[in-house]
């Protein structure tokens, strides 16, 4: 076999160049495992980058696939249709919170956010509240890589390169170590952090900002929960000042915390819920906005008659490929009761199985709820907000793939992990974090 050519492809959130001096190259994957083209295997703990929940390469799904791309396509849904896509958002919001009954479909997870916001202005608009046209999100908030989404979200290198297309000022996060290290599910402490949305709102006045917009737990920014109430509390401040409330559940979504959508198992409603990634168990590209009818109906009742209501969309909103992925994703969802699994045994097993890792030296918290999880690190001081990069990279040796996130590994395995494969992970990694310098 020739050589593998490196140079035309420019990586995303990639160290291109540190990279292409000894690729990483995954050539198969199965249920929970990847396999290098020498044949070793890897458990992947983050089941890609939190997205195949249902484990790889399940026949099921592909064959839908197939058979849909033989049947039709592609089809235009701009004032056309195809039936699937109606079969289907009306099968997806059977598994939404109550009221939120309306789907608009995009094809990841940005633009599932990019297209929540601009609900939220034309909504505002819509009911003549135009003014209205910031956003509040939260420090170490991710909500992907588009102008809106990187002007929301609390990621500093977005700002630092690209600035802030987009108005948006951020509450503070709620990752606080002192106080809750080695929580199991969700910290006690912090519920007063949801008062710094009452102090933005002050400072900007509630007839700017259109939205709030928060992941129920911070992935992308560590794996960082919501302490007790304090969703809660983001709600009923959204309410006081009419603002409506936007759960970016692109992680969070398709049975990660033991609910189909962490809104029911937090026990609070937004007004938009975004999905991508296990949509679709990351098999082609989905995302989809879930919409409250009171929006919903409020943008179709502003516009005239005949007109297009919401001028926005994609040449893939609804792609007939990515429907029958999603219909197949969801027999498979419910077959095999994955959506609600990680409230039982597994992700109590999960739990213990993380925190017996408290023990060693350098573990300085490990936080966890259904099943997803990070173990924070020492680190070093010339290693300090990369030594989960370097952990990543030794755990990848040891037969695991976890994420590097700042100084924690993250992880969440695929939502069909059984005990035996968990005790795997963490007898590895018991290794590799024990040897870290
Ligand atoms: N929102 C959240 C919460 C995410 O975690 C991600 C991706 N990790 C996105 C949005 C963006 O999704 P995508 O990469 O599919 O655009």
């Known amino acids: 076999m020739s050589e593998l050519k490196t140079d035309a492809f420019w990586m995303p959130f990639t160290p291109n160049r540190t990279y292409k001096v000894a690729p990483r190259i995954v050539e198969r994957a199965e249920g929970i495992y990847l396999f290098e083209k020498s044949g070793r295997k890897i458990i992947d703990a983050t089941a890609g980058l939190w997205c195949s929940n249902a484990g790889h390469c399940r026949r099921e799904i592909a064959e839908a696939i197939h058979e849909q791309a033989l049947k039709l396509d592609y089809s235009s849904i701009f004032n056309f249709g195809h039936e699937l896509s109606f079969e289907y958002a009306e099968r997806l919001v059977q598994y939404t919170p109550d009221g939120l009954n309306r789907v608009f479909f995009g094809n990841s997870g940005s633009e599932a956010v990019e297209s929540a916001l601009k609900i939220a202005l034309q909504y505002q608009r819509a009911r003549g509240k135009g003014t209205r046209t910031m956003f509040i999100g939260r420090e170490k908030g991710y909500h992907g890589v588009n102008f809106g989404g990187i ?8 700002y630092q390169t690209f600035g802030q297309p987009v108005k948006a000022n951020h509450m503070r996060h709620t990752l606080d170590i002192a106080r809750n290290a080695f929580s199991k599910g969700l910290p ?20 700017q900002i259109a939205a709030v917009i928060v992941e129920p737990f911070a992935g992308a920014g560590g794996v960082v ?6 969703l809660q509390r983001l709600r009923e401040i959204c309410d006081k000042h009419d603002l409506l409330l936007i759960f970016d559940e692109v992680i969070s979504g398709w049975g990660r915390t033991g609910s189909p959508f962490a809104s029911q198992e937090f026990g609070v409603t937004p007004d938009m819920i975004t999905s991508a990634k296990g949509i679709t168990n990351a098999t082609v590209p989905l995302g989809a906005v879930f919409v409250s009818d009171k929006i919903y109906n409020t943008v179709m009742d502003a516009a005239v008659e005949g007109a297009v209501e919401f001028y926005h969309g994609y040449t893939y909103s609804a792609h007939p490929v990515a429907c029958a992925a999603g219909m197949a994703t969801l027999d498979i969802y419910e077959r095999e ?14 739990e213990s199985a993380l925190h017996s890792l408290a023990d060693l ?5 490990v936080r966890n709820y259904g099943l997803v999880g990070a173990i924070e690190l020492r680190a070093p001081d010339n290693l300090k907000g990369r030594f989960g990069a370097k952990a990543s990279a030794l755990a990848w040796q040891a037969g695991v793939m976890a994420r590097g996130i700042g100084d924690a590994l993250c992880m969440s395995p695929p939502l069909i992990i059984e005990a035996h494969e968990i005790d795997d992970i963490v007898d ?3 290794g590799v974090i024990s040897g870290l310098e």
């Open 151 to 158: 002007s929301v979200g609390g990621i500093a290198p977005n």
């Open 188 to 207: 006690e402490h912090g519920i007063e952090l949801a008062e710094d949305l009452e102090r933005l709102v002050a400072f900007h006045g509630a007839d």
């Open 225 to 230: 929960l919501p302490p007790k109430g304090y």
């Open 337 to 350: 009761g994955l959506l609600t699994r990680a409230a039982g045994d597994i992700g109590k097993h999960w």
């Open 361 to 365: 030296d350098n573990v300085i918290d």
């Open 428 to 430: 590895k990694l018991r």
